[in-house]
């Protein structure tokens, strides 16, 4: 009796699924109907119906995120909805590492609320003005989606935290699972409705979307694909507890090219990758890549940089060299400590004021001539975790500010409001020292942004009253925690949990001699004009357009349902395999070479009886008896249980132990 496995193999070759034909099929270029994706192998050509423009002669970008680089606001008087681009959104600024002739087009959620009567208006002002497609999800969706299983699932899990009680973070909750996968498909929708497929690039950004690719995959098969991970990818131990790991490991699958900010969490992807799928990475001309049903997906390792002109811009308003010298004047004489996070659990805000105290509670000389001013951005989530961490920070400021402080002097001076770009830059400028603590972070670009203020410009100088040719000097303390540390060789590394260790970085940072200080300041500043954000747009670009070129010199079609779609690709060169053919082949020749594997083919996988049955031994035993065949049975398994159960079968060769013995009986023996 042939095994289940040898018995699917052959099925599957009976069907239609391998014909495969030998030229590419013509991909449609936009979906037919808006918001349905259909079979795969239903897919009809609409070329001549599409609405896109098919020359070819403009290079396109399909840039897809939570949310637009737009701002939004409604005219009181025509109650008209008014947009203008975020000069500060990482989306808008990507176009910098394009070429001039490149056409950008942007999917992603409004920052607004718009009525549905007003939507169809507003999506074809912004196509036309912004070259922006938006995806607007319902109210209901949207807050499952992003606050639900965005925020209070994905961001902690990423972030080492487990639910181990519903104090600490939200068990995993179906509904909001299953709105996270509509609101992917949503954004699928909308690029499916100006795609080019052939020709685009798509570039997905962060947790957010992880699994659109399996929806745009789904649609088009060899769409050139690639998503960036902004957040840390945890251990696969960490990772491993997510009910929906396997769905959103091959989401990211689905793409020709995933991006980490570090090795190590791209080493995680990779360990997740080979542990609950089982499959190996090796490394190809330099770059790591992961085969998967054939296809080649490409790992990329390289921080995100920050839009050098748009700093240096602000450090040019007039506002930023006024705010410099109100900074300068209320904290003249003191050494000035600067710290910029999110209100978040994860930053560390609390263990920072902690090392302040240690620090003061060690040096007592430095009481009145150092303060921590620490700036609270609003928190992107919320949640009693959120709201303790912000009680916590408090507490902490005040007891400190009680104990070392005085009537003119706070050594902790908490900013909790909005703060414009202008007046951060104001304080980058000015700082002695910059402290980044948190426990765990993705990329964060505060290092960055206080390296190039530190450098400062020529209008800057002026407002510093410094000269523009006089040696300029930064110190960072770092936590080894956060994304960018491994970039900054000349940051003072430190355990955000280790209160005493960073005390001491901080003391050390601010006593460190000068000329050692610019030393530090001018590596860590060629680094990061160098690789700014164009510079990493570009990189992953051209890795994407490497990871895409073969893509119409094999063969695929798509297999599987739902969220465990994927691709199966082959060489041009691979055959279907006929049972006709190969009974005619094999009645033709004198001559026949017959390899079996033994688990999974001669015994079902899911079979615990391991020995073959009498059925399946007469088999062998026939094909072995036939002079014209040289049978092998290939396997991992001992010599000495494969000798035993294939005994009746004299002339049948056994390759055991993974070939390091063999046993063969030839007819001359």
Same mark, same amino acid.
């Given at each position: 009796?042939?095994?289940?496995? &040898? ?11 391998? @014909? ?42 399909? $840039? ?20 203008? %681009? ?6 808008? +600024? %990507? ?17 607004? @609320? ?28 949207? #807050? ?26 939200? =068990?995993? @909750? ?7 996968? /509509? ?144 900074? #300068? ?24 004021? $902690? ?16 303060? $921590?001013?620490?700036? !609270? ?14 009680? *916590? ?30 007046? #951060? ?8 020292? &910059? ?52 970039? !900054? ?10 209160? *005493? ?18 030393? =530090?300041?001018?590596?860590?500043? =060629?680094?990061? /004009? ?50 006709? +053919? ?54 991992? =398994? ?28 030839? $007819?001359?023996?």
């Amino acid at each position: 009796m042939a095994s289940r496995s &040898c018995a699917n193999f052959r099925d599957l070759a009976l069907e239609n699924l391998l @014909d495969v034909p030998h030229n590419p099929r013509p991909l449609p270029r936009v979906m037919t109907v808006p918001g349905i994706i259909s079979d795969v192998d239903g897919y009809t050509s609409n070329e001549g119906d599409s609405d896109v423009s098919s020359s070819g002669c403009r290079d396109r970008k399909i $840039l897809v995120a939570n949310m637009l680089p737009l701002r939004a606001r409604k005219n009181p008087d025509t109650l008209k909805w008014c947009f203008s %681009l975020d000069e500060d959104s990482l989306l808008l +600024q %990507l176009k910098d590492g394009f070429s001039p002739e490149t056409k950008v087009i942007y999917v992603g959620s409004l920052k607004a @609320d718009i009525d549905v009567s007003e939507q169809e208006e507003v999506a074809k002002t912004l196509l036309e003005e912004f070259n922006c497609v938006p995806t607007f999800l319902p109210h209901d969706l949207q #807050k499952k989606f992003y606050q639900g299983f965005c925020k209070r699932q994905l961001w902690p899990l990423f972030h080492y935290m487990l639910p181990m009680s519903p104090e600490n973070g939200d =068990r995993f @909750d179906r509904g909001l699972w299953q709105a996270y996968v /509509s609101a992917n498909k949503r954004y699928a929708d909308k690029v499916m409705e100006v795609i080019n497929p052939e020709d685009d690039f798509v570039w997905v950004q962060d947790y957010h979307l992880m699994i659109f690719p399996t929806f745009l995959r789904k649609r088009y098969q060899k769409v050139k694909l690639g998503f960036f991970l902004h957040i840390p990818f945890p251990s696969s131990e960490i990772y491993r507890t997510l009910p929906v790991r396997d769905d959103i490991l091959r989401g990211l699958l689905n793409c020709d090219l995933i991006g980490f900010h570090t090795f190590n969490y791209a080493r995680h992807f990779l360990s997740c990758c080979s542990r609950m799928l089982g499959l190996d990475y090796e490394s190809k001309r330099g770059h790591i890549g992961l085969d998967y049903f054939g296809r080649t997906v490409f790992i990329k390792i390289l921080p995100v940089g920050v839009h050098m002109g748009r700093l240096e811009s602000v450090l040019n308003l007039p506002s930023t060299g006024a705010k410099v010298e109100e900074i #300068k004047q209320q904290y003249e004489g003191k050494k000035v400590i600067l710290g910029i996070d999110d209100m978040d659990i994860f930053k560390g805000i609390s263990l920072k004021l $902690l090392a302040m105290e240690q620090l003061l509670l060690l040096h007592p000389y430095l009481q009145g001539k150092v303060v $921590l001013i620490q700036i !609270l951005n609003p928190a992107s989530g919320s949640g009693k975790d959120v709201q303790d961490a912000k009680n *916590e920070t408090y507490l902490t400021a005040k007891r400190i500010n009680d104990v070392y402080g005085s009537f003119d002097y706070q050594p902790v001076v908490l900013i909790d409001r909005h703060v414009p770009r202008f007046e #951060k830059s104001a304080y980058y400028a000015l700082a002695d020292c &910059c402290i980044v603590n948190a426990v765990r972070d993705g990329m964060n670009l505060v290092p960055y942004k206080y390296i190039v203020c530190r450098q400062g410009t020529t209008i800057m100088d002026k407002a510093m009253g410094i000269k523009s040719d006089s040696p300029r000097s930064s110190m960072l303390v770092v936590s080894e925690f956060v994304g960018c540390s491994p970039s !900054l060789s000349g940051a003072i590394r430190v355990n955000p949990w280790d209160i *005493e260790a960073v005390a001491d970085a901080l003391n050390s940072a601010l006593k460190m001699r000068d000329s050692e200080k610019q030393l =530090r300041h001018e590596k860590h500043y =060629r680094y990061v /004009s160098t690789h700014d954000v164009a510079y990493w747009a570009r990189s992953f670009m051209q890795d994407l357009e490497r990871a895409c070129q073969d893509h119409y010199s094999k063969r695929c079609w798509g297999i599987g349902f739902g969220l465990g779609f994927r691709v199966v690709s082959l060489s041009p060169s691979f055959k279907k395999l006929g049972t006709d +053919q190969i009974v005619s082949a094999y009645k033709r020749t004198s001559k026949r070479a017959i390899f079996l594997d033994y688990d999974g083919t001669v015994v079902p996988d899911t079979s615990i009886i391991k020995s073959p049955s009498p059925e399946v031994i007469s088999i062998l035993k026939t094909l072995s008896d036939d002079p014209r065949n040289t049978v092998f049975i290939v396997s991992g =398994r001992g010599r000495s249980s494969l000798s035993n159960w294939l005994d009746p079968c004299e002339r049948l060769g056994i390759a055991a132990e993974h070939g390091y013995f063999t046993r063969y009986v030839s $007819l001359g023996t």
